[in-house]
């Protein structure tokens, strides 16, 4: 079966305007295309669809059993075609976000603030997991879009650098309150402390940028899994840590300071993660273009 959306209209509006002239005003077409147009799904069904006469057209008992079909079949297409456009022009729609745990209760918050201005109807789908596991929940299509640091990317994903994240110093806010008196600190007035390290990964980062530029062995260290803990640990005098910029909205609340840090500079770069060959959404690609604008 061959049967067009415009022979289901033609149908339609001869069988509404009860004539050919009329239908062809309604779609500004010659009567003669109409009249085409209405033969032509006649010859596809093999039915009349119509009684015509001199002046004006009549369904046949055939075409007033189509008709309400008809209109539901184009109705649906109506409706198809609305809401392609409404995904389009985004009142509508799901972003789908892996973001680790704290990049989602610090960075993420003000961002999905600024994004819900322009894009109020979208709906959102927040994966708060760890660092090691962004790239993974967007290869396995949990999420269409993933923030975070960097890590080794999988086939199939593609990262694209953010911004690059300073990493400062977390200290106790009694010994900041010291430091801040005399001069900016360095790296290598703490080689001698208990560092609290929170992440495999992040440790590594460490070992290859902080501890390799200071004439010191290892520090002695405690480890924990998360950086909300690290915070606690030291707040509580047990040690320094080295966190990202973006987690120091949480000063106050685990009685830490952030200081910056000569020699060396030290930063992280913060991914966009996505799958190859596979299109975003109107909503991931509108959060993707406000996140490369909006950074850090």
């Given at each position: ?5 415009r022979?289901?209209?033609a149908?339609?509006?001869v069988a509404h305007a009860k004539?050919?002239t009329g ?6 077409l ?6 085409m147009?209405?033969?032509?799904l ?5 039915l ?8 004006r ?12 079909i008809?209109e539901?079949?184009?109705d649906d297409l109506?409706q198809?075609h ?8 985004l ?9 680790p ?10 961002a999905?603030?600024?994004y819900?201005?322009g894009?109020?109807e979208?709906?959102l ?18 999420a ?23 990493i ?6 009694g ?13 290598s007035?703490f ?9 495999d990964?992040?440790?590594?980062h ?26 606690a640990f030291?707040g ?10 973006y987690a120091?909205r949480?000063?106050?609340q685990?009685a830490?300071?952030?200081?910056d ?12 993660y996505?799958?190859i ?9 509108a959060?993707r273009?406000?996140?490369?604008i909006?950074r850090?």
């Amino acid at each position: 079966m061959n049967v067009t959306l415009r022979q289901l209209r033609a149908f339609q509006e001869v069988a509404h305007a009860k004539s050919f002239t009329g239908a062809a005003r309604r779609m500004h077409l010659t009567q003669s295309a109409v009249s085409m147009l209405v033969r032509q799904l006649e010859s596809e069904f093999g039915l009349l669809l119509f009684n015509r006469f001199q002046r004006r057209v009549q369904l046949t008992e055939v075409g007033q059993q189509m008709l309400p079909i008809t209109e539901r079949i184009l109705d649906d297409l109506r409706q198809v075609h609305d809401g392609a456009a409404d995904l389009k022009a985004l009142r509508r729609g799901k972003l789908r976000l892996a973001v680790p745990q704290m990049l989602a209760c610090s960075w993420l918050p003000p961002a999905i603030a600024d994004y819900r201005k322009g894009h109020p109807e979208v709906s959102l789908h927040v994966i708060d997991t760890a660092g090691d596991h962004v790239a993974a929940t967007v290869l396995q299509n949990e999420a269409e879009i993933g923030i975070g640091p960097k890590r080794p990317v999988p086939s199939g994903i593609s990262a694209e650098l953010l911004w690059e994240e300073p990493i400062q110093l977390v200290c106790p806010a009694g010994l900041a309150r010291k430091l801040l008196s005399r001069s900016k600190a360095k790296w290598s007035d703490f080689a001698d402390s208990n560092w609290v390290l929170y992440s495999d990964d992040f440790s590594q980062h460490l070992e290859r940028t902080i501890w390799a530029e200071i004439p010191y062995s290892l520090p002695r260290s405690t480890n924990v899994r998360y950086l909300t803990t690290a915070l606690a640990f030291v707040g509580e005098g047990m040690g320094v840590t080295a966190a990202p910029r973006y987690a120091r909205r949480f000063s106050d609340q685990f009685a830490v300071t952030f200081l910056d840090v000569r020699e060396p500079k030290l930063t992280r770069g913060f991914f966009l993660y996505t799958r190859i060959g596979h299109a975003l959404s109107p909503a991931a690609e509108a959060f993707r273009a406000m996140a490369r604008i909006r950074r850090a």
